[in-house]
């Protein structure tokens, strides 16, 4: 059925510089921080208590109504009646689990949180198993019956919708059996959930050192900070204790992913699918060749990458160029930060080419409507992410600490909640979830937009090649890093598909073959590398990490078209307003990328080359 629970975008970014503001921020309970600087829950409900209301009556509504229409759906009334029950449940379903599920990353330790998000995960789950019946009977009608269903002016609204349903027809199963999966659900979330739990609530980190022997208190949110550092005794230091930490539970991870695989692998095989990765991605109409012309695409460009890790070890004087040693700026004596408030008002700047509508609301949301839940606090969940339903604002969780990265990182989540603004403004709630093949454009356009922005108002040589050396970052981490992920994901499937254990020492050994493959021979690969995978959320989101690549290229492209030609921005809002109302490869071909072609990868590498001659040049 429709995807439930609205737009959840999680990004797994992380923050960059602290400063002893910042560090007393990490050490703040939930309670200390100032309501200014959290996101509105109160907009969703006002109360906990006002929240288990709505939910017990939910509860104890049931799924009476759905079942009434069992076996009737010959009819095209009784379609056009189901549907709208059902989107109606699915919709105070989805309000109920944006709320619960805001509230627990907030305090992954609070056990109150965790309870209601487990029970509205449960009704969740009831209402699937519930509603498991409707598209098998849909699709036990005769291809007359079907086509009459299509064609009817009452059901004008759902023909889309239909249609999709149409297209599973070979991978839907029998009631019984859809039922059946419907119930398995839940226990083939155990090892997200699981790994979740760990990666965000349990695990710890030895502190990073520096190279005066202070102690550095590391966290997701400080790892990549000191990562940037120019003390190279501090990135060496904080990069191996996340690690170490890691390879101390690296069994117990590789069990978690392997079940992760596994639970694709039952979907695959249940469902009459040749692959994973087919299975991920046929629901959506994105065929396989898109996601295998990516990693070819990015594979012929391997010189590329390879060149620009030459040169970064020559600009960095460095005799070895270690992992720890990618993500140093290298101007070493420029630094760019900004307050929160500061970033906000670049950001919405940065925007202008889109009109002043979207900076109004975009504004809107920033400063006053509290949609961004902006600091860290004890025990929140790590990294960034934009989320929110049809009946909510968008809600957006940052750890913000001041630097470039968490300044691009508020641009990438507002463009994911500006494209949710739009879709839910201008598409009924049918339509209203955009496909994640399409959710990466907006954030990464929006990058573009402020990275013009700050280039327009930055002064100086230096300046400008810090900049153009954090867009080259952008491709490197964005493209080749997330095709990289993408290549071992697909890889680690095709492996069980072949009935082959997945084990430490053999994920280890494809993950640094790989890191080899893409970074070439002037790069050191680090013993701890090895088990980089295993801190690797997006391992556990089904084949969604190589839209990240596939995003950042379409973005690229349709930047460029806005620019050149104004009159472009109204066809990319009309893409950001479409929602879920056309296939994505159709819904980017509208606004002017075909990403059926491996062109837009092939031109974002063009524009990789371009960068990398422009630093040189800048650097001269």
């Known amino acids: 059925m429709l995807g439930m629970f609205g737009c959840f975008l999680s990004c797994g970014t992380g923050s960059n510089v602290l400063n002893k503001k910042d560090l007393d921020k990490m050490a703040k309970a939930r309670n200390e921080i100032p309501a200014e600087d959290r996101w509105n829950v109160e907009a969703l409900y006002p109360s906990e208590i006002a929240w288990k209301e709505d939910f017990e009556k939910m509860q104890q509504a049931g799924w009476a109504e759905l079942e009434s229409y069992k076996g009737k759906l010959h009819d095209p009334k009784v379609v056009g009646a189901l549907l709208h029950s059902y989107l109606d449940l699915d919709r105070r379903l989805s309000k109920l689990h944006v709320y619960a599920h805001l509230r627990m990353d907030e305090d992954l330790g609070n056990d109150q949180f965790k309870s209601a998000f487990g029970l509205v995960s449960s009704l969740a789950y009831e209402f699937q198993h519930a509603s498991a019946w409707i598209e098998p009977e849909l699709l036990s009608l005769n291809e007359a019956d079907f086509q009459r269903l299509l064609s009817h002016s009452g059901l004008s609204l759902y023909r889309f919708y239909l249609e999709r349903v149409g297209r599973m027809r070979p991978h839907t199963l029998s009631q019984e059996m859809e039922e059946l999966l419907a119930l ?3 226990p083939l979330q155990t090892a997200s959930h699981s790994f979740g739990a760990l990666n965000n609530a349990d695990m710890t980190f030895a502190p990073a050192l520096d190279k005066a022997g202070k102690q550095h208190p590391l966290t997701h949110a400080s790892y990549m900070g000191y990562l940037r ?12 204790n996340l690690h170490r930490a890691f390879e101390a539970h690296g069994n117990t991870l590789c069990e978690l992913l392997q079940g992760q695989v596994q639970s694709h692998l039952f979907q695959t095989k249940a469902r009459k699918f040749s692959s994973c990765v087919e299975t991920a991605l046929f ?6 060749a898109v996601y295998e012309n990516l990693i070819q695409s990015v594979r012929r460009s391997f010189p590329l990458m390879h060149r620009y890790i030459a040169l970064r070890k020559k600009l960095l004087n460095l005799s070895e160029l270690h992992v720890y040693d990618l993500a140093v700026p290298l101007v070493s004596d420029v630094e760019i930060q900004m307050s929160y408030p500061e970033a906000c008002d670049a950001v919405v700047a940065s925007v202008a080419p ?7 609301s975009l504004q809107q949301g920033l400063v006053k409507d509290r949609w961004v839940d902006i600091y860290e606090n004890e025990r929140k969940r790590s990294g960034a992410y934009s989320s929110g339903c049809y009946d909510s604002m968008p809600y957006i969780l940052l750890n913000y600490q001041g630097n470039l990265n968490d300044i691009f990182t508020l641009a990438h989540e507002a463009g994911h909640s500006m494209h949710s603004l739009l879709s ?12 994640i093949f399409v959710a990466e454009v907006a ?6 937009l402020l990275m013009d922005h700050l280039k327009s108002k930055i002064e100086g040589k230096k300046a400008r090649a810090y900049l153009i050396n954090h867009q080259i970052e952008g491709i490197r981490n964005t493209i080749f890093r997330q095709t990289l992920f993408a290549e071992f994901e697909l890889m680690i499937h095709r492996l069980a598909e072949e009935g082959v254990p997945l084990t430490p020492t053999l994920l280890k050994e494809k993950y640094v073959q790989l890191y080899k493959d893409y970074y070439g021979p002037d790069l050191v690969i680090d013993p701890e590398v090895a088990i980089e995978w295993a801190r690797i959320p997006h391992f556990y989101y089904n084949f969604y990490v190589y839209q990240y690549a596939t995003g950042l290229s379409a973005a690229l492209a349709l930047h460029e078209k806005v620019l050149a030609a104004p009159k472009s921005a109204q066809d990319y809002l009309t893409f950001l307003s479409s929602g879920g109302s056309r296939y994505p490869i159709d819904l980017l071909e509208r606004a002017g990328v075909d990403m059926r072609s491996p062109d837009p990868v092939d031109a974002s590498m063009r524009h990789f080359a371009e960068l990398i001659e422009e630093l040189e040049e800048a650097l001269r």
């Open 229 to 240: 550092s120019p003390d190279r005794t501090l990135r060496k230091s904080a990069f191996q």
């Open 184 to 186: 398995a659900a839940k």
């Open 443 to 448: 954030s990464t356009f929006n990058e573009q």
């Open 424 to 435: 839910h403004t201008h598409q009924p709630y049918v339509y209203a979830s955009y496909p």
């Open 283 to 288: 629901p959506h109409q994105v065929d396989t």
């Open 354 to 360: 889109l009109g002043k509508e979207y900076q109004r």
